[in-house]
T-cell receptor
Framework: GAGVSQSPRYKVAKRGQDVALRCDPI?????LFWYQQALGQGPEFLTY????????KSGLPSDRFFAERPEGSVSTLKIQRTQQEDSAVYLC??????????????FGAGSRLTVL | AQSVAQPEDQVNVAEGNPLTVKCTYS??????LFWYVQYPNRGLQFLLK??????LVKGSYGFEAEFNKSQTSFHLKKPSALVSDSALYFC??????????????FGTGTLLAVQP
């Protein structure tokens, strides 16, 4: 596609519900990141994929958070038993090259999760 | 600890005047520095980056930034502000301690408001 697509754009969940957030990166992009952006804050790293391999999940805040990218394209971020502190915008970003740290990331518009 | 700071939550400037959005960083080694802009309901968009070379970096939409190693700063500048420049600006630095991931550490963002 022309850009990074994320769905749903908005999700309201009751506390304790499971949610799944989808990211469809630009076709052919090797690197994929998930970031969490709380209200009034900058994005914070959650996890990184190189193709289908999850090379870094050090930013996932708890074992309730799980991400996958089984075919090296679409990625899903799953949050189990949501808590109010999970309320944030979840951003997906991708890059066509292996991640050297100098790569320019293309971000999606984000999925805004509100946990009641 | 590695970090990036944006000391101003908001910058107000009149259209046509020069603008500066401040960023300072703290990393070990040579920094990779980035500026991204976020418009409402849209993903972060890349503006410019400094990896090595000329300290003055030119980017999209007439923006530029100056890398100052002695002051550990990477301020974003534009000679003449436009109302359409009004947005949220994020400075970011590569996490040098992140192992193979080379993830970005973002500042908290600065809201730029350009008055007509």
């Amino acid at each position: 596609g022309a850009g990074v697509s994320q769905s749903p754009r908005y999700k309201v969940a009751k506390r304790g519900q499971d949610v799944a957030l989808r990211c469809d990166p630009i076709s052919g992009h090797v690197s994929l990141f998930w970031y969490q952006q709380a209200l009034g804050q900058g994005p914070e790293f959650l996890t990184y994929f190189q193709n289908e391999a999850q090379l870094d999940k050090s930013g996932l805040p708890s074992d309730r958070f799980f991400a996958e990218r089984p075919e090296g394209s679409v990625s899903t971020l799953k949050i189990q038993r949501t808590q109010q502190e999970d309320s944030a915008v979840y951003l997906c970003a991708s890059s066509w090259t292996l991640n050297s740290g100098a790569n320019v990331l293309t971000f999606g518009a984000g999925s805004r999760l509100t946990v009641l | 600890a590695q970090s990036v700071a944006q000391p101003e939550d908001q910058v107000n400037v009149a259209e046509g005047n020069p603008l500066t959005v401040k960023c300072t960083y703290s990393v070990s080694g040579n920094p990779y520095l980035f500026w991204y802009v976020q418009y409402p309901n849209r993903g972060l968009q890349f503006l410019l980056k400094y990896i090595t070379g000329d300290n003055l970096v030119k980017g999209s939409y007439g923006f530029e930034a100056e890398f100052n190693k002695s002051q550990t700063s990477f301020h974003l500048k534009k000679p003449s502000a436009l109302v359409s420049d009004s947005a949220l600006y994020f400075c970011a630095v590569r996490d040098m301690q992140g192992g193979a991931t080379n993830k970005l550490i973002f500042g908290t963002g600065t809201l730029l408001a350009v008055q007509p």
